[in-house]
């Protein structure tokens, strides 16, 4: 059974707004991660309706497989949220508190809590 990565779940998202393609699949993104891990967290990313992909998954193949094409509006909410460094390592450090692991919801709040207060909100 594999965890969440939340690190590789920012750094795939960081990377699908980055790329000027609307056809990214997982060899986009092997230098983040082993390709079943990879498979498993971009089948996470879509659950989560954070981007929009055609499932382009074929017999024969372990996991789920995308075409991506870009990020869906709360996919760039939660990447506002946790895009900038400070901020993320500040939300994981609060993650810790409450055992390391968490919704992305939560992770969003949490992030979008710590903005709010650099902010002086």
């Given at each position: 059974n594999m965890k969440r990565d939340f690190d590789l779940i920012r750094n795939i998202l960081l990377q699908i707004e980055d790329s000027p393609s609307t056809n990214l699949t997982i060899g986009n993104f092997i230098e983040l991660a082993p390709?079943?891990?990879l498979a498993y967290h971009i089948h996470l990313i879509y659950e989560a309706g954070f981007i929009e992909a055609y499932d382009i998954t074929c017999i024969g193949n372990n996991y789920p497989m995308?075409?991506?094409?870009?990020l869906t509006n709360a996919g760039h909410d939660y990447l506002d949220?946790?895009?900038n460094d400070?901020?993320?390592k500040d939300t994981k450090?609060?993650?810790?508190?409450?055992?390391?692991s968490a919704s992305l919801e939560v992770i969003?709040?949490?992030a979008s809590n710590i903005a709010l207060k650099i902010i002086g909100l």
């Open positions: 390709e079943n891990i995308y075409q991506i094409q870009w949220a946790i895009c400070n901020i993320w450090d609060n993650l810790l508190k409450i055992g390391g969003k709040t949490i």
